[in-house]
């Protein structure tokens, strides 16, 4: 699947308010709050309240993921906005920080971390709910084509995804037809 939809800012939104309504909710938000902020569901499906939270139990900057929680043999670092910290400290209220241990996300049938397929198919459904052909991995295209219309340089996405290529990063970026446009009435003035 190419995930080559586009995604507007106003259908984030709605796909956000629709998952209010879902079982499961706030687990469901959350790893779209993940996806959305460039993880694989491989990093946030595996990820423990020690991966989110230092000693203090304060949410940290980066997040820091082995290879056993990252695609291949590396390891992962995502950077966390204060927004997602926010989103965050808002899901773990409640959770017993003294076990750091804990997956963030757990099947209530299973008390176990959500299967790669389980993630697939929940994300599968909620963009099929608006006619949209896209997987848990949308999330990092949305980010990366933001990112680099924003003008952000495209090694600095690079990074911030964990790509080992830039001719990676460059396959996400999805072409916004009115930037586009713009740049090229912008060129005779």
């Excluded at 259908?11 to 309504?21: C, P």
């Excluded at 291949?72 to 995502?78: E, I, M, Q, R, V």
Aim: aromatic residues 12%; hydrophobic residues 30%; positive net charge.
């Amino acid at each position: 699947m190419m995930n080559r939809a586009i995604i507007d800012d106003k259908k984030v939104k709605a796909i956000f308010k629709y998952i209010e309504t879902m079982p499961n909710h706030r687990q469901i938000r959350m790893m779209f709050m993940f996806s959305f902020n460039g993880m694989r569901s491989i990093n946030f499906r595996n990820l423990q309240i020690k991966d989110v939270v230092d000693d203090f139990n304060n949410v940290k900057d980066i997040i820091e993921l082995n290879n056993d929680k990252n695609k291949g043999k590396n390891k992962a670092k995502y950077y966390v906005s204060d927004d997602l910290k926010k989103e965050i400290q808002d899901y773990i209220k409640g959770y017993d920080l003294t076990n750091k241990e804990k997956y963030l996300f757990i099947s209530p049938k299973t008390g176990k971390p959500y299967s790669r397929t389980y993630i697939s198919t929940i994300f599968s459904n909620v963009y099929n709910t608006f006619g949209l052909d896209c997987s848990s991995h949308y999330g990092r295209r949305y980010m990366i084509t933001n990112l680099l219309t924003k003008g952000v340089d495209i090694t600095s996405v690079k990074t911030l995804v964990n790509h080992k290529n830039i001719s990676t990063t460059s396959l996400y970026y999805n072409e916004n037809e009115n930037l586009l446009k713009s740049i090229v009435n912008g060129l005779n003035k």
